[in-house]
């Protein structure tokens, strides 16, 4: 399982193991927008990701966009190497 | 990245390696010709579409070490750095360091081993002395000495909106940007997300990325444009200059090393590339548009011609093309037997598209052996050196075409001959002066058909071969029979016998012998012949001649009894008719005058056993393979019949004199001999024969 979720008093940790990539990235959309919403902090942990492409970056973009809208707060507790780098690819810098 | 390409992979490395080829043929160009600017412009483009398609693909070790033979590649167009044979030479090395990168890529996960990981630092030190400003360069101007800015850079904008099939069709946006980083700096960059979607509309794995870039680069429109090539069709993109504060000229300069007209570029839209939407044109000043890279349009319109076809369908359609030859001589022959014009007008008709499809058929594999020829350049470039002789390669007939198998088959003992030549054939320089001859040795490759056959020679004016030493040699081992007297070329061609290919004796006599039984081996599988021929103190001269196809030939059918065999066409000379008082005479000495020649008979009807007497009237069939001609007696001359060669199973595999099988239109089975196996038959018969002759010549 990839995306592991669990919810500590409002926030709500998630935390992706491996690929956020083409291959990951409707699985993770599928289990991870739903939560959307659900608590009004989230917590995310992209520390153990190890490969990120477009399309990891556009889900990621997704949840954002998704989660002001639903009006949970993101937070980034931790990001891979591979993720820091798309992202300064594409100054993002979150 | 892990984006499944493995398809269009392979194609790149197939490319690739075509691509480095090319190099390696302009590399050998430009050393002949220092001023030749096409050349370099062509080593650039190979380095340059190398590069970029290896970016594409995310194999980083190719475009870093490529990105610096680029670089100085770059510096050599733009004339900042001088030829030299120390920059040919290490160009040269990393044209081969670069097809290892790119065998290992092909390997998939493989690793360079570590002495090519030390060659790499080693090249790119060597490559950095012409990389970096050098002190004598030094009063160049400041912009044109630095690598990483050849020409003026400018400020583009480029504003990518991805498909949304661009992840399904595999391919990563994140990666054309990694790659442009390659050619410039990206300023600023936005990424856009106004295209995605609500969430119940969105699909992960659709893309609605899109990217506005801000890129300082010195590359031109065209360079800039062709990082996208991979995914125009699914993207839209517009490529404009902001800032128009560099000279134009500067620009145009750079680029146009072979200027090409505008309309060049008008035809590699109509070859498809581009959708009418897709803004190729800058929308910049009209001078610009003519330095969109002459490089694309140029390999674009090259496979435009060419189409990429599996060898094996290549194959199947011939073999299918063979039995429609069979089938129609077939047709044929039953249109005759039924008298009726208009049906054997028809088929004749047929017979004659038939003959021409073939043609065509066999032609699609036919492949000039000039490619093959050009791979030795380099081959004598580096032996020469490694000899620290100064030998020149001089190539001729490379337009000779001949069958695809042979041509890959074919490389190998050529190879072979052509190292043995410089080896121990050419002299060393001093040597050559000694025996007053010009101190640069000659080496000369030549291919042209003849006889149905086609004919490559390998020439050196080194100092050929010591008669005697071989003739001693071979005698001591028993390869001729003491009180022989072999021709010269009989002798010669001893050095191809298996007892003489690794003695050491012989090499230093001769200077030549190693695996030379091998050589041979080799060209007798592909159903060819060797020769040799020399001549002390001029040099040697190599002959291999081999036949144009290996699937069908044209045939000269003849009849003994009831059997029908089938001599090749092209080795028919003549054929006469033996009358009965000539047979007589000519079958107690076994041979024939033929206008004042010896002509020896094979009678086929012994050779082969048949049984029954022979017709009253007997033919005879002259055929000649390279130098040897006999005359074959047969009884019936049935005419030309194109056949296709039905290989003989392996058990009859020890079975002299016969090459294969066809079948005839009627269905019968007839033989084909093998011409040169007879031939030579006969002439060691001859051999055997002679000192018996002596020997009783010598009793009396």
Known sequence: MPLHYETTDDTAQVHIDGELTIYTAAELAAQW?????????????????????????????????????????????????????????????? | MSINLDQAQQTFIVEAREQLQAMEESLLQLETDPGDDDAIGAIFRAAHTIKGSAGLFGLEPIVSFTHIVEDVLDRLRNGS??????????????????????????????????????????????????????????PTPAPETNPSEPGETRLWHISLRFGQDVFRNGMDPLSFLRYLQTLGEIVDIATLTDALPAAEAWDAESCYLGFDIAFRSAASHGAINEVFDFVREDCEIDIVAIDDAAAP??????????????????????????????????????????????????????????????????????????????????????????????????????????????????????????????????????????LGKDIDLIISGAETELDKTVVEKIGDPLMHLL???????????????????????????????????????????????????????????????????P????????????????????????????????????????????????????????????????????????GIGQSTYVIPLDMVQECIELSEDDGLASREQGYLDLRGEVLPLVYLRDHFNHEGPPARRQNVVVVRYAELKAGLVVDDLLGEFQTVIKPLGKLFGALRGISGSTILGSGAVALILDVPALLTQIAQAENRFNPTQLQQANAR
Do not use: W
Request: hydrophobic share 40%; glycine share 8%.
């Open chain 1, 33 to 94: 927008l739903p939560h959307l919403g659900a608590t009004p902090r989230m917590a995310l942990d992209l520390s153990q990701i190890t490969e990120m492409d477009g399309a990891g970056l556009q889900l990621l973009l997704m949840v954002q966009r998704e989660a002001s809208r639903a009006g949970t707060q993101l937070s980034l507790t931790g990001q891979s190497k591979a993720v820091t780098e798309t992202l300064a690819l594409c100054n993002l810098v979150a």
């Open chain 2, 81 to 138: 750095v001088e030829v030299d044979a120390g920059l040919i030479a290490v160009l040269l090395k990393s044209s081969d360091h670069m097809l290892e990168l790119i065998n290992v890529a092909a390997n998939q996960g493989g690793t360079l081993p570590p002495p090519a990981l030390q060659r790499e630092v080693e090249l790119c030190q060597i490559l950095q002395e012409y990389q970096a400003p050098s002190p004598a360069a030094a």
């Open chain 2, 249 to 386: 000229q500067g620009n145009t300069g750079l680029v146009t090393t072979s200027p090409e007209p505008p309309e060049e570029n008008t035809a590699l839209v109509a070859t498809g590339e581009l959708l009418g939407d897709q803004r190729k044109t800058p929308r910049m000043p009209a001078q610009i548009a003519t330095d969109k890279q002459p490089v694309t349009s140029d390999s674009k319109g090259k496979d435009g011609t060419y189409v990429r076809v599996n060898a094996d369908k290549l194959d199947e359609l011939i073999n299918l093309v063979g039995e429609l030859v069979i089938a129609s001589a077939g047709a044929s022959l039953l249109a005759r037997t039924c008298h009726n014009d208009p049906l054997q007008e028809a088929t004749s008709s047929v017979s004659g598209l038939v003959e021409e499809i073939l043609d065509g058929a066999l032609r699609l594999r036919m492949i000039p052996i000039g490619e093959t020829f050009n791979r030795f350049r380099r081959v004598v470039r580096d032996v020469s050196q490694e």
């Open chain 2, 419 to 485: 190292r043995n030549a410089m080896d121990h054939g050419i002299e060393t320089a001093e040597a050559r002066l000694a025996a007053g001859k010009p101190a640069k040795g000659h080496l000369h490759l030549n291919a042209y058909h003849d006889s149905g056959s086609i004919v490559l020679e390998i020439a050196d004016d080194g100092a050929g071969l010591n008669r005697d030493r071989i003739l001693e040699k071979a005698q001591e081992r028993g390869l001729v029979p003491q009180g022989a007297s």
């Open chain 2, 487 to 558: 021709t010269d070329q009989e002798i010669y061609n001893l050095i191809f016998e298996p007892g003489f290919s690794t003695a050491q004796a012989v090499t230093n006599l001769s200077g030549r012998g190693v695996g030379m039984d091998v050589v041979k081996r080799n060209i007798t599988l592909l159903r060819g012949t060797v020769d040799l021929d020399s001549q002390t103190g001029k040099g040697t001269v190599v002959r291999i001649r081999l036949p144009l196809t290996l699937a069908i030939i044209n045939g000269f059918l003849v």
